[in-house]
């Protein structure tokens, strides 16, 4: 996290029972742990959850016994996909090679709770890589994960034309096709970095609030609809950095709590419905003062189980976690007390997410030599907590709540000449569509000879590519009635005449006026934007798809394989009908702690193909990027970066295969 703060209560091993008792308990928790896989999966298809002691923490990696932990980094986002039955876990930082703090990534791995083995996704392409984004959430209607814009471009290897090109506020994961995709609502919602997030099973949409730097707000994202609305309320709790807030389903509230560098003594909830934020004002609260939490709802007993941040026990001693419970109904906080509570004691270090099948709350906790815990250098440690014996609450299957259909995914626009676009798209997998909607908008780019920052990393080309996004405008409908087809050639276009745009904007950039160069050439093309709305049988409309440019799309699995002092690379050919070829570029970096790093043409000439050999590699870390060149000459949107000896790669070893990303 850029401009990290230290905080007094980030130190020593957190403080335990010196009794007899709570020793005994411990090693309890520890033999509990042990046989934990071995019960769940003697359980079968019993609905039965594992055993487990009520009001324990049980440690259950790293163990000697357990499955090998890849010891990753600090703030990132977990969220639980109660049909996989895995654990999502997103972004944050790397394992610490870098100066201690590790560069930011965009792994997604996933974590069987059952039986504490991970496995690394290496999906079509990811978000870019991101820290401080500690609460996503699981879509449970589209079954999707939903990556909420957060922090990043502050540590490690960052080519900046990737992050401009890439950092919508909005994209989502499918584990069971190991599928990303970049949403793009428009417009966008403000959203910071260490939001607050939860899920709202009644109306399936993700409440956002908060944020590091932004403004007061409630921010709504319905992925129905693929669209943000702002709510705004008279009594809403302050901005803050961090905190957390957990959905209780039983009363249909989003409870807030906590922030990690204020003291906010509420408890706060959301209610939808009524779009209206209430101080609860219960009468005994956990600590408040930068508590820092992570909180999660237990549908079993109908409860809000946070693990927060406590002060020493004396002044400049190092905090500790205590364990709490909310119980919106009888409006009450109670301290747990468990015998041991789980480690954890830095900031943003910690993640909470709770297994409904399991009835298990699932803590992560990351420990490095900053934080001062005897006996402990660098650990990813797992716990697991259950609040109540109870019978596990079933996880419907969610109920459609809409009239419109589906939004369309997946579109493609085919840059024919100067003059055609060809739009296409799958079709909707909803029956009763009948036709679709196609529009437009235009749109203002930043060549990358006109933003400084891309210009110092990367020598321009002549001409030069699109950089960065200035502004899109208003889309306009192109389709009078809908159409039966799944294509639509707009010939009603002419690239050769770039146009400011007028009017209303839908996107604004926000790169600074210091960062750009008004001697810089411009971008000799004009640009567009396309969106496909699909229209049922009673005339009802879908929300917009994300919207394609009329430059090529970032080139989709791409892998590299060391070989000696070889890189070999490959990818999948892009969808677009005329592409000419593809670029890479590479990056010798990193600076993990800001700007800077040079991404330097690979290929001068366009490739081809679909694979390349990088020959004067060597051993040491590199990252490669592809760019798809189009018909009129046009570089595209970069891929995903891949690695060349990447960083860490000793904790990836047993998660890649020969080809990784």
């Known amino acids: 996290m850029a401009g990290r703060k230290r905080s007094t209560r980030e130190g020593a091993e957190l403080r335990r029972s010196g009794s007899a008792a709570s020793r005994r308990i411990g090693r309890l928790a520890i033999l509990i742990g042990g046989l934990l896989p071995a019960l769940s999966a003697a359980r079968a298809a019993d609905s039965t959850p594992p055993a487990h002691p009520v009001n324990v923490w049980v440690k259950r990696s790293p163990l000697p016994d357990a499955p090998v932990s890849p010891r990753l980094g600090y703030e990132p986002s977990m969220a639980y996909d109660p049909v996989a039955k895995r654990i999502i876990r997103w972004g944050g930082h790397s394992q610490g090679g870098l100066k201690g703090s590790g560069d930011q990534i965009h792994d997604v791995w996933t974590l069987d709770p059952s039986t504490m083995t991970w496995e690394l996704q290496e999906p079509n392409r990811s978000p870019v890589p991101s820290c401080c984004c500690h609460q996503n959430v699981f879509d449970p209607v589209a079954k999707r994960f939903l990556r909420i814009r957060a922090g990043g471009i502050s540590h490690g290897w960052h080519w900046y034309r990737h992050v401009y090109l890439n950092h919508s506020t909005c994209w989502n994961y499918d ?84 922030s990690q560098f204020t003291d906010d003594p509420h408890t706060w909830a959301y209610d939808y419905a009524k779009n209206e934020w209430r101080d609860m004002k219960p009468a005994v609260q956990p600590p408040t003062d930068r508590n820092d939490p992570v909180l999660a709802y237990d549908s079993a007993s109908r409860v809000v189980v946070a693990a927060v941040l406590a002060p020493g026990a004396g002044e400049g001693q190092p905090g500790r976690v205590e364990t709490w419970a909310y119980d919106a109904g009888k409006n009450t906080w109670t301290a747990m007390k468990p015998a041991v509570e789980p480690q954890g004691p830095g900031n943003r270090t910690r993640s909470l997410v709770y297994a409904p099948d399991l009835n298990l709350f699932v803590f992560e906790s990351t420990i490095t030599p900053y934080h001062h815990v005897p006996g402990v250098d660098r650990e990813q440690q797992i716990w697991t907590y259950r609040f109540a014996e109870a019978k596990p609450v079933a996880v419907p299957e969610p109920k459609r709540l809409r009239a419109e259909p589906r939004i369309v995914e997946d579109p493609v626009v085919s840059v024919i000449s100067a003059k055609e676009a060809v739009v296409s798209w799958p079709a909707s997998t909803d029956k009763d569509v009948t036709g679709y909607h196609v529009e437009r908008a235009p749109v203002e780019v930043y060549s990358e000879d006109e933003v400084v920052r891309l210009k110092t990393d990367t020598p321009p080309l002549d001409p030069p590519s699109a950089g960065a996004i200035k502004a899109i405008g208003t889309f306009e409908r192109l389709t009078k009635q809908p159409i039966a087809g799944t294509r639509f050639a707009d010939k009603s276009i002419d690239l050769t005449q770039p146009r400011p745009v007028d009017g209303e904007l839908l996107l ?119 760019v798809a060149v189009d018909a009129l000459g046009q570089e595209g949107v970069p891929s995903s970066g891949t690695w060349h000896y990447r960083t860490c790669r000793e904790f990836y070893a047993p998660f890649v295969g020969e080809w990784h990303q």
């Open 175 to 258: 584990l069971a096709t190991n599928t990303w995709r970049d949403a793009k609502p428009l417009p966008e919602a403000g959203i910071g970095a260490l939001h607050s997030t939860s899920w709202d099973d009644d109306h399936q949409v993700a409440v956002v609030f908060g944020g590091q730097g932004t403004q007061p707000g409630t921010h709504i994202y319905d992925p129905w609809t693929n669209t943000w609305t702002t709510r705004r309320t008279a009594d809403e709790p302050a901005p803050r950095s961090a905190g957390h807030m957990a959905y209780d389903s039983a009363r249909k509230l989003h409870i807030l709590f906590g």
């Open 508 to 626: 604004r950039s926000r790169i600074r006026g210091d960062q750009l160069d008004p001697a810089g050439k411009p971008y000799r093309f004009a640009v567009h934007a396309y969106r496909v709305r699909a229209v049922n049988k009673d005339g009802k409309e879908s929300g917009p798809s994300p919207y394609i440019l009329t430059v090529p799309s970032a080139p989709q699995h791409v892998f590299s394989r060391e070989d000696g002092e070889k890189c070999h690379i490959k990818w999948a050919a892009n969808p677009e009908r005329g592409i000419r070829g593809y670029r890479i570029y590479w990056m010798k970096g990193p600076r993990p702690e800001g700007p800077g790093q040079k991404a330097l043409h690979l290929t001068p000439e366009p490739v081809a193909g679909t694979t390349f050999t990088d020959e004067t590699a060597g051993r040491d870390a590199r990252r490669y990027w592809v």
